[in-house]
Structure formats: structure tokens, C-alpha cells
């Protein structure tokens, strides 16, 4: 038996009621009832980091949350990462750098790359590629990745 | 997902009580990185989940230098390698805390869960060994402690009776001019399950080893406490050969399977020489 809960979080800045069963992890919440569709699932078992979210700004796989467990927390997802018409610096560093092909892993690279940059504003390549080891790219072979989050670094060092 | 029903507790002893009305089919919820995997893979029956995180003990990493470290059971890998104490006095958890899956999931795990989940490649697991963990226990009976070697008792198998959790673990303080460390065997750089891992202490007495503890895991049913490997380095200052026995000792110990990771062969072989590289990293760390 699984039971309905209603879950109140912060999802990218919004305050949200959720109404949840207690066997959805916050990754099915967040995609089949909060409707917050950037968030994506590849593995569903915590390798490959698609699902990828900031809870309470902490880096999580979303797949490995119980939906139950973010009652009064903050959750961001790549949709939080703009702001109005601007894209975040990581987002137009990996559109200038050609830093996707098919895209499914992208939305979780951002966000993993959101958390170093906000721990660690200039991260080493070592640093860089050791953070987001948990996130997997079949397309690119990660060296543009790496680059457009070295890119973002700098971006967002002389801007702020 | 199967049908699976969740409640948060904010009490060792509500956790125990929910523990004792859920039966056999409810588990402890701490990060969720090895339980969420088993209850959607239905490789477990589990049809309930008790989160624990509203509990403040088993959240605590509390260090004092007369009493040691205690690490709260759900205190997840980033908070432990993110403390300053831990950093000082404790690298062989900073080893092992910092390699246990990729960032996202560092951000859950805890060194707990990693012993709860007992599996015999656990990484946190031989350091905690070494370190003379000793795990608290909290149960329908009250509190016992028991020594992290003989916490697990097969693959996913250890000494939790129905109805017990575990609260934290516990490490003594370090000894004078002693040092630990903890290194796993994998094909690649990252995100992959121990081949073999293996963690060293070293106590010396000027030169001379005057204590030392060795485990290995991946190589037996359970993570092993080789302390064949330690007595073949106490009495004397390192050497080739005091080192090479070790080694031997850890080869001679180690009963590994053939599997997609590794042959035995392969497992035996890399039981010596991780013996021989935690020793020499350990020596190093204690000569400061």
C-alpha cells in the first residue's frame, strides 16, 4: 500500500503543494505532478546524474529522493538557473561551446556545474572533471563540457 | 515502484518502534543511494521506509580530542569530508568518504548506510575498520555496541536483530605518531565498485611498528579485518620484508570469487600489493 501526501516545497523560488504518493521518488514528482519537465530520468538508479537537482543546495540525483523527504525544502532544477530572458553564464557557456549534442544529460551537467561553481568559483580541470564524474555524456566525450564550465567560471568571476 | 509507504521519525526510540510495527519488510531510509535502489528494483521486500533524518543524533560528526569521533549514521560523505576535524585527524575517512559514488551521491550516502548495506566491496568500510569503529547500536532492548569487523555477517547480511538500527559509529581518538589510509582498486578513475580496497593504520614507537591493524574488502564474503597482516608488522621498523609478510598475509587471507570485476587471481594479486601501498601511505601520514 502507498499512501497520497501532499508535499510543500520551494521549487525554483516558487512555493509549491505537491500532492504526492509515498512511493514517488522526487524525480517522478517533480516530472509527473509538479510538471517541472528539465529534470530528467536516464538510469533511475544513480549513475548517470540526468536527474541531477540542488536540494536545500546541496547536489542530489533526484532519482534517489524520496519525494516524501523534501517537505519544507528548496529544490532547483536547470529551469531555476535563468533568470527572466537572461540565460545563467553555464547555459551560454554551453551553447558557445558547443557543449551538447542530444541534450538529455544536459539539464543535469548544468546543475551539477551550478554546485561546483558555487563551492569552488574557479575549479581546476582535475576538479572540475572529478565533480561531475557521477554525470554520464555519450555524445560529446566531455572535453567541451569541461571547457564551457571553465568558460562559465571565468564569466562569472569578472561579472560578479 | 512497488507499493512502498514512508514516515519520518524524529526519535531513536519512535525509529525503533516503527521499526518493530513494519516488520521484516521496513527498512531504515538515511541517504536512500543503496534502500530507494533496492525497493524499486525489488531486489529486497521492502515495503516501507522510516527516514531517520529527523533524528539529531544520527545527524551529528562530533569530534573532541580526548573522547574521538562519532559519526551519526545518516551524516552523509560531504558533510564528513567537509570537516575540518575529520580532515585533520581522520584522512583514511576522507579516502573513502570521497570516492563513494559521484558528487549527487556524496550528497546522501552516509558511512552508515554504506555498513548497513554490508556489502563485502563496501568502501567505507575497511577504513572504519582500521580506525577501530565501533558501531552503536539502538534497539527494542536498549543500546549495544559492536566492534565494525563484526558488524557484517555475509553479502547484505549483518548482526542488526529485528527492531535495531544503527545510531552512529564511533572512532577513538588517534594515537601519538600514528596514521591511516584507505585505496580501492578500479579500472577507471571514478564511479565504479571496488575490484579489492584495502585500509592500513600504523602506530610507531620511534621506529618500530608498534601497532597495526589491516582490511581488506572484495575479497570475501565480508569486509575482512586481516590481523595476520598488522602482527607481521608490529615488533619492528617497516621493511621490505616486514612489509612483503604483510602482504602475504592479506594474499594468504583473502578467499575472493570470480566475478565481472575481477578473477581470483586478479583479487589475491591486488590484496598484497593494496596491503603494501595503505602501509606505505600510512607510514608517511603518522611521520607527519
Sequence with gaps: MSDKIIVSATINGDPTDILVSSRDSLLEALRERAGVLGVKEGCNDGNCGACSVLLDGRLVNSCLVMAAEVEGSDVTTVEGLAEADHLHPLQQAFLEDAALQCGICTPGFLVAAKALLDENPSPSEHEIRYWLAGNLCRCTGYDKIVRAVQHAAETLQTTS | MQDLRYAKVSTVDDAVAALQAGGSTARVLAGGTDVIVQARARTRAIDMLIDIKGIDEVLQ?????????????????????????????????????????GTGVQGRASLGGNLCNSSPSGDSIPAMIVLEGRAEIAGPNGRRTVPVEDFCTGPGRNVLEPGELLVSIHF??????????????????????AVVNAATQLRFDGDTVSWARVSLGATAPTPLFVTAAGEALVGAALSDETIAAAAAASKAAASPIDDMRGSIKQRKHLSAVYTQRTIAIAAERARG
Design chain 2, 61 to 101: 560528526v562530533a569530534f573532541d580530542a580526548d573522547g574521538g569521533l562519532t559519526i551519526g549514521a545518516a551524516a552523509p560523505c560531504y558533510r564528513i569530508y567537509g570537516d575540518a576535524d575529520v580532515r585533520e585527524h581522520y584522512p583514511a575517512l576522507i579516502d573513502c568518504s570521497t570516492l563513494i559514488g
Design chain 2, 172 to 193: 577513538p581518538a588517534p594515537a601519538p605518531n600514528s596514521g591511516a589510509a584507505f585505496l580501492r582498486f578500479i579500472p577507471r578513475n571514478e564511479m565504479d565498485i
